[in-house]
């Protein structure tokens, strides 16, 4: 691995500040389910904490539309840090960050990216298997050599606890045949496994019979990405789902609410979109400065 980057300012206090959130996100992981509203910017990670998500999540493309970038590689290492940044400094629970592929395709740049969200106070990363939005896909191989890289970078900075959650996209963007799918995941999550990865995420599946094999295949704690008209977060535990994301869906929503709103004050001059929404004070109280 060698030394970390001059860049990168690691001291082992705030990696003793970060690690019992580490210890808490792991544990998350044990029993039950998770359940992570995704936040893309300080006040929408404080809103979701504040509502008693146990943990929080971000969502690559929430993040990058806020900071007027694409999703899918449009945003920088350095835009997504700053966002992590920020929400770890306002939220006492823990922080995983998504990353989309790392931010570059070499293991090294994965090492980066995992040596920075450390730095920016996060206690885990979400890591994609994709070259690109649609694939192709790492081979498991590859991706492997990815998260041992990160597995090092993290057990350098002295966070040996530091939770990577990798991210298979072979159900998302339908690679292969149909049939031959689910033993792909499960071949993947062997060669992740093994490489360290500590979760695996596998979104475009909400099968519940398909989830109920996979997690009764693999020991890695399986998680899935909802949205309306999925399994209620009930039934994918009963599944054996631990980790349930809504991904851009929250960000997307709070968006839409923006577009009707201003439709709406456009062309009838009228404000009803505007009901319900939480008071200035409830907001300006989120944050001490």
């Known amino acids: 691995m060698g030394s970390l980057r001059p860049d990168v ?17 792991r544990e998350l992981h044990a029993s039950g389910i998770l359940v992570l509203p995704n936040a893309w910017d300080a006040a929408s990670a404080a809103i979701i904490a504040g509502a008693g998500a146990k943990a929080v999540a971000t969502t690559s493309g929430g993040v990058a539309w806020s900071v ?13 840090i ?6 770890t400094a306002v939220v006492d629970v823990p922080v995983t960050a998504d990353v989309e592929g790392g931010y570059g395709h070499e293991p090294e740049a994965v090492a980066k990216t995992v040596e920075a969200v450390i ?9 994609e298997d994709s070259k690109a939005p649609g694939g192709p896909l790492f081979t498991a191989a590859e991706h492997a050599d990815r998260i041992r890289a990160g597995r090092a970078a993290a057990a350098e900075a002295g966070l040996a606890e530091f ?12 690679i292969g045949e149909a049939d031959g799918r689910l ?17 695996l995420f596998v979104p475009g599946l909400i099968d519940l019979d398909l989830l109920a094999r996979l997690t009764k295949s693999t020991d890695l704690p399986v998680g899935v990405m909802a949205w309306p008209g999925a399994p209620t977060v009930a039934e994918f535990e009963q599944a054996g789902v631990r980790r349930v994301s809504v991904g ?6 709070a968006y839409t609410v923006a577009q ?9 001059g009228t404000y009803s979109e505007l009901e319900g929404a939480l008071d200035f004070g409830t907001m300006n109280g989120l944050f001490s400065n």
């Open 9 to 25: 300012r690691i001291t082992r206090g705030n990696v003793v500040g970060i690690e019992q959130k580490a210890l808490a996100l």
């Open 68 to 80: 007027g970038k694409s999703d899918g590689g449009g945003m920088t290492r350095d835009e997504m």
């Open 82 to 87: 700053e966002q992590v940044r920020r929400i």
């Open 119 to 127: 730095e920016a106070g996060a206690a885990g990363i979400n890591l």
């Open 163 to 174: 939770f990577i959650n990798v991210r298979t996209d072979v159900f998302l963007f339908q």
């Open 183 to 199: 033993d792909d995941v499960l071949r993947r999550a062997a060669a992740y496994a093994e490489a360290g990865a500590d979760g």
């Open 248 to 253: 851009t869906g929250i960000s997307q929503a």
């Open 260 to 268: 009707r709103a201003a439709v709406e004050l456009l062309t009838k």
